[in-house]
């Protein structure tokens, strides 16, 4: 059952996704595959089996392109597109689609935020060359996403009392977008130096190090298979995923073959659970 339902998973996933090619093709925007997709692509030729999600970077000036057609783009279908600003419930500090048509319940994940299979999409920030400010970037942008979960009431498990709270007060609304305000201006502020030429996902969940990468890099693409369709990756990803998976084409063990984020489903009237 759980195969079937990572199948079904998957199914809706590649069909946002190629939404969100078709928007990039169309507006001659540039993304790459991430982590685990930029891997599933190269070792599977697309989704890693067990995994749920697909990932996209975008280096931030196209990513703001993007979000800005994209929210045109996606009027009258089935896809939500949900930033900090679309989603005041939502407390990440980067994009997903969700298909509407869809709810999910995520593992170590409550909140009130909108639920849904989504496609995942960073913004890719230049970094600092020292080590020092790239410690004092990284530290204040993930207290101030503590700020952002705590308002918003994130949580690693349900709570009982949750149904019985108030909607969020306009005070609190405005604070947690105060404190997002504050998040964006500090993973862009390095990205006005031309001479800085690494990039970051800053939302990373990889140790800070892994997932440098160079301008050049994300710039220098490859069209390659994935599933039925084709994704864009670094021309590059031997060296990208050596980084962060060592021996990349070697299969982990089996016990941690195992899904990292939904853990129910509900679509088409049916519910599954992971």
């Not at 067990?50 to 392109?65: A, C, N, P, T």
């Not at 947690?176 to 500090?186: L, P, V």
């Not at 710039?219 to 039925?228: A, G, K, M, R, S």
């Amino acid at each position: 059952m759980a195969d079937d339902v990572v199948s079904l998973i998957h199914h809706v996933e590649l069909n946002i996704f190629k939404q969100f090619a078709a928007i990039t093709e169309k507006y001659h925007i540039n993304y790459i595959a991430m982590g685990g997709t930029m891997l599933g692509a190269i070792r599977h030729q697309g989704f890693i089996p067990w995994d749920d999600d697909i990932d996209v970077g975008l280096l931030r000036s196209d990513y703001e392109h993007f979000l800005k057609v994209a929210s045109e783009e996606l009027q009258g279908t089935h896809y939500f597109l949900q930033t900090p600003w679309t989603d005041q419930n939502y407390a990440l500090s980067y994009a997903k689609i969700l298909d509407r048509n869809t709810f999910i319940e995520e593992k170590n994940n409550v909140n009130n935020a909108r639920k849904g299979i989504f496609l995942d999409i960073f913004p890719l920030d230049k970094i600092p060359d020292s080590p020092a400010r790239q410690r004092r970037q990284i530290v204040d942008i993930r207290r101030l996403d503590s700020r952002i979960y705590l308002k918003l009431r994130y949580n690693v498990i349900d709570n009982p009392i949750r149904k019985f709270q108030n909607p969020l007060s306009e005070e609190q609304v405005e604070s947690a977008d105060d404190f997002k305000e504050q998040r964006e201006a500090i993973m862009k502020m390095y990205n006005s130096k031309p001479a800085l030429m690494n990039v970051k996902n800053l939302a990373s969940q990889y140790s800070y190090e892994k997932e440098i990468l160079k301008v050049d890099q994300v710039n220098d693409i490859v069209d390659l298979p994935f599933e039925d369709t084709r994704i864009r990756v670094p021309a590059d990803y031997q060296s990208i995923l050596t980084r962060i998976y060592g021996d990349y084409m070697e299969l982990p063990p089996e016990n941690a073959r195992t899904e990292k984020h939904i853990v129910r489903l509900i679509t088409d009237n049916q519910e599954f659970e992971l």
